[in-house]
Structures are given as structure tokens and as C-alpha cells.
């Protein structure tokens, strides 16, 4: 196909993307805001070789969205990307250039990726996710190479627990839910990046509650870490203990459903449907009071000690916890 032809194409499908959005809310967000946020919204599609800690897991193929936030960097959510070997970034003007990981950070889940050749890029202002009020209009904009842009309301902000060590206190929860929310940027119908889009989520407006949504993670979050992940590739501060498993509630206990392959946990002979009692002497009865506990003892490094019910015995267990960045395997992107 012709660069012109593609162009129209391009042009096209990008106009019926923006006017359902439009004919949303038309006092606050027209066609032209629109126009010129896209401007800065990429696409970002990853190859992850196989022997990836993170391969079976989230896949050795991976794609969403990204949101340039300066003339050289490009936020997105870490999982497109974490050990990726090739990285292809999709330009608004249809150009796709390659790319590399430039940061990663679990604790959030931010990645941060560069082109490799140098290209303009435009980027969008940082806002403050702090100031998000419910029922506040807001848009959902991933790569119109990967979804359809969409109106959306904040409708909650309260901890989420994921299985694979993973907590954030206040990420933000909108509704309707967005299909193509990876990677894709929240933004303010002023044009601030609020947040970036991490997951689908059942229960967007209330624990329990069939309200199918989204979950972005804050930009806030972003702030004291941009020049570390940028500098240095992950953050420099606050560096969490890794242990290695995956972990799930189940009325009332902690039951570990995965142990990473040569991870600490398996190392220190932690399996799965092991039940965990305590942690460091601490009776713990969910994963998130888990994760605190072990995340209270001090960074990486620091030994946990485990007691777990095995076959109806209790055993005792020591976890020699690591950074997580040095666990993932390194690849030529990074």
C-alpha cells in the first residue's frame, strides 16, 4: 500500500474513532482536542524470547499503547514490555520505528520505552492524578492502530491486590469499560496524563458489584521515579523484597498458588498450595496484610521467615528476598 493511501486510510478510521467520543460530550472535548492528543498517543507491539522469566505468564507477543511524555520517552504499562528483546513503536503519522526498553518499575508497573533512531516526537503534559473527583470526565485514548478512544468516569479509588506481588493503594477506577486498555493513556480533557491504563476490572465501582471497568495506574506515581527509570532503568528508592510466588485469598488464609521457577521461594522449598500462617512472627489472613508485612521488614535482600501448614504440619521456612529487576532476564532492548 502507498504511504498516501495509508495515510487516508489512517485518517479515516481515526475520525470514526473520535466521533462517538465527541457526540459524548461535546462542551468539554471536540474533535480538534482530540486531534491533537492522538498526536502523542503510539502504538507499542513487543517479542519476548521464550526463556523470559515473564514468557508463559503474559506471552512472548505483547501490544497496546503509549504515551509520549517528553521529546525522547515514551510511558506505557510495564508488562507490554518487561524483557522485551524487539520493540516496534507505531508513530501517529503511521511510521513505525523501533524502540527500546528504557525503565521498568514493578512497584507501579510503569515501563518507559525509546526510539532507537531519532524521531520528533510531541509530547503531552503530566497532570496531577490527585485531583481526580468522582463522576470527573475523562479520556481513555489508546492507539487507534490497537482500539477506539472512549469517554469514561472515575467511580473509585481503593486499593487493588494483585497475585503477583503486586499492591498499589489508590489507582483509579473508570467506567465504561475500554477495551484496548493497555498501555492507553488517561487523559484530562485539558490534555494531562492522569494515569495509564493496567487492567479490566468486574467490580470498577464497588468491591463485589458487576460494574465492568478499567483500572489505570496514577501518573503520580510516576513523579519520584521518572529520572531514576530514565538514568538508571528502574528506581533507585524503596526497592520492595521479591519472593518469587504467586498468592491468593481463600476465606481467611493465604494459599500460595505459583512459586517462580528459581525464584527465592522455590529455592528456599516453599510450594505451591502451601498455606501461609505468619510472616516473620505476624499471623497474616490476605495477601495484601502478606505483602505488607514482608514489604515493613526492610528492602531487598532482607530474610523472611515463613510458617506454612503442609499436609495438616506445620513447617519453617527462610526466603533470602532479591530486587526484582535482577530476577528478569536482560535482554538487548533494555
Same mark, same amino acid.
Given at each position: 500500500?502507498?504511504?498516501?493511501?495509508?495515510?487516508?486510510?489512517?485518517?479515516?478510521?481515526?475520525?470514526?474513532?473520535?466521533?462517538?467520543?465527541?457526540?459524548?460530550?461535546?462542551?468539554?472535548?471536540?474533535?480538534?482536542?482530540?486531534?491533537?492528543?492522538?498526536?502523542?498517543?503510539?502504538?507499542?507491539?513487543?517479542?519476548?524470547?521464550?526463556?523470559?522469566?515473564?514468557?508463559?505468564?503474559?506471552?512472548?507477543?505483547?501490544?497496546?499503547?503509549?504515551?509520549?511524555?517528553?521529546?525522547?520517552?515514551?510511558?506505557?504499562?510495564?508488562?507490554?514490555?518487561?524483557?522485551?528483546?524487539?520493540?516496534?513503536?507505531?508513530?501517529?503519522?503511521?511510521?513505525?520505528?523501533?524502540?527500546?526498553?528504557?525503565?521498568?518499575?514493578?512497584?507501579?508497573?510503569?515501563?518507559?520505552?525509546? !526510539?532507537?533512531? =531519532?524521531?520528533? $516526537?510531541?509530547?503531552?503534559?503530566?497532570?496531577? @492524578?490527585? +485531583?481526580? #473527583?468522582?463522576?470527573?470526565?475523562?479520556?481513555?485514548?489508546?492507539?487507534?492502530?490497537?482500539?477506539?478512544?472512549?469517554?469514561?468516569?472515575?467511580?473509585?479509588?481503593?486499593?487493588?491486590?494483585?497475585?503477583?506481588?503486586?499492591?498499589?493503594?489508590?489507582?483509579?477506577?473508570?467506567?465504561?469499560?475500554?477495551?484496548?486498555?493497555?498501555?492507553?493513556?488517561?487523559?484530562?480533557?485539558?490534555?494531562?496524563?492522569?494515569?495509564?491504563?493496567?487492567?479490566?476490572?468486574?467490580?470498577?465501582?464497588?468491591?463485589?458489584?458487576?460494574?465492568?471497568?478499567?483500572?489505570?495506574?496514577?501518573?503520580?506515581?510516576?513523579?519520584?521515579?521518572?529520572?531514576?527509570?530514565?538514568?538508571?532503568?528502574?528506581?533507585?528508592?524503596?526497592?520492595?523484597?521479591?519472593?518469587?510466588?504467586?498468592?491468593?485469598?481463600?476465606?481467611?488464609?493465604?494459599?500460595?498458588?505459583?512459586?517462580?521457577?528459581?525464584? !527465592?521461594?522455590? =529455592?528456599?522449598? $516453599?510450594?505451591?498450595?502451601?498455606?501461609?500462617? @505468619?510472616? +516473620?512472627? #505476624?499471623?497474616?489472613?490476605?495477601?495484601?496484610?502478606?505483602?505488607?508485612?514482608?514489604?515493613?521488614?526492610?528492602?531487598?535482600?532482607?530474610?523472611?521467615?515463613?510458617?506454612?501448614?503442609?499436609?495438616?504440619?506445620?513447617?519453617?521456612?527462610?526466603?533470602?528476598?532479591?530486587?526484582?529487576?535482577?530476577?528478569?532476564?536482560?535482554?538487548?532492548?533494555?
Amino acid at each position: 500500500m502507498h504511504v498516501t493511501q495509508f495515510f487516508s486510510k489512517f485518517f479515516i478510521v481515526l475520525l470514526i474513532f473520535i466521533s462517538p467520543i465527541v457526540n459524548a460530550d461535546q462542551e468539554t472535548i471536540t474533535k480538534e482536542k482530540i486531534n491533537k492528543f492522538y498526536n502523542s498517543v503510539v502504538s507499542i507491539d513487543s517479542k519476548v524470547p521464550q526463556e523470559a522469566r515473564t514468557s508463559k505468564s503474559l506471552g512472548t507477543t505483547r501490544q497496546g499503547s503509549g504515551v509520549i511524555i517528553d521529546n525522547n520517552n515514551i510511558l506505557t504499562i510495564g508488562y507490554i514490555v518487561i524483557e522485551a528483546n524487539e520493540i516496534l513503536i507505531g508513530l501517529p503519522n503511521g511510521k513505525k520505528i523501533p524502540g527500546k526498553l528504557t525503565g521498568y518499575d514493578h512497584s507501579s508497573g510503569f515501563g518507559i520505552v525509546s !526510539p532507537i533512531i =531519532k524521531t520528533e $516526537l510531541t509530547p503531552l503534559i503530566i497532570g496531577n @492524578s490527585n +485531583n481526580i #473527583k468522582v463522576d470527573d470526565t475523562l479520556l481513555i485514548l489508546p492507539s487507534p492502530l490497537k482500539g477506539i478512544g472512549s469517554i469514561a468516569k472515575m467511580v473509585s479509588r481503593r486499593p487493588f491486590v494483585g497475585w503477583w506481588e503486586y499492591l498499589l493503594e489508590q489507582p483509579i477506577y473508570t467506567l465504561p469499560m475500554n477495551q484496548s486498555w493497555a498501555g492507553a493513556p488517561l487523559i484530562s480533557p485539558n490534555g494531562e496524563i492522569l494515569g495509564v491504563g493496567s487492567l479490566f476490572v468486574q467490580d470498577a465501582a464497588f468491591p463485589g458489584t458487576i460494574s465492568p471497568g478499567n483500572m489505570f495506574v496514577p501518573i503520580n506515581l510516576l513523579k519520584p521515579i521518572l529520572n531514576d527509570l530514565i538514568k538508571h532503568g528502574r528506581r533507585k528508592t524503596d526497592i520492595k523484597p521479591y519472593m518469587g510466588m504467586s498468592t491468593s485469598d481463600s476465606s481467611g488464609k493465604v494459599i500460595i498458588t505459583r512459586v517462580s521457577k528459581k525464584g !527465592p521461594a522455590e =529455592k528456599s522449598g $516453599l510450594k505451591k498450595n502451601d498455606v501461609i500462617k @505468619s510472616a +516473620n512472627g #505476624k499471623h497474616v489472613s490476605s495477601v495484601e496484610e502478606l505483602y505488607k508485612t514482608i514489604w515493613s521488614s526492610g528492602s531487598f535482600g532482607v530474610e523472611i521467615n515463613f510458617e506454612v501448614i503442609r499436609n495438616e504440619k506445620v513447617i519453617h521456612f527462610k526466603v533470602k528476598t532479591v530486587d526484582r529487576m535482577d530476577y528478569f532476564i536482560k535482554n538487548q532492548s533494555y
